[in-house]
């Protein structure tokens, strides 16, 4: 089982971008993928997740209206689209499959077992 994110980067206050994060090694479409955050000297922070079939998706409230997640099952990917960028979403991003087998997604730590190595996103003033 294998996460790998990428796309993060550094980028102005008001940007966007798109961090993708590519599975192999299990049956992607039946597990929940998530995002989690984490800047330094702070607790990590999910931030999306998107249930298996794509159906059912949600978002923290700190990301509400700027952040979307999608998955393309056939490419055994999650995206993250990001946009209107500000400082404090500076922290690496972490993709996460979520452990049970469920229509609908969790923000709950424990529930996910298999992390990705982490992108870092840096948004200056």
């Known amino acids: 089982v294998q996460l790998q994110a990428s796309g993060g980067g550094l980028v102005q206050a008001g940007g966007s971008l798109r961090l993708s994060c590519a599975a192999s090694?299990?049956?992607?479409?039946?597990?929940?993928i998530a995002w989690f955050r984490q800047a330094p000297g702070k607790e990590r922070e999910w931030v999306s997740c998107?249930?298996?079939?794509?159906?059912?998706?949600t978002n923290s409230d700190s990301v509400k209206g700027r952040f979307t997640i999608s998955r393309d099952n056939a490419k055994s990917t999650v995206y993250l689209q990001m946009n209107s960028l500000k400082p404090e979403d500076t922290a690496v991003y972490y993709c996460?499959?979520?452990?049970?087998?469920?229509?609908?997604?969790?923000?709950?730590?424990?529930?996910?077992?298999?992390w990705g190595q982490g992108t870092q996103v840096t948004v200056s003033s």
């Open positions: 090694g299990f049956s992607f479409n039946w597990h929940n």
């Open positions: 996460a499959r979520e452990r049970r087998l469920s229509p609908f997604c969790t923000s709950d730590y424990g529930a996910y077992d298999r």
């Open positions: 998107i249930s298996g079939s794509g159906g059912t998706s």
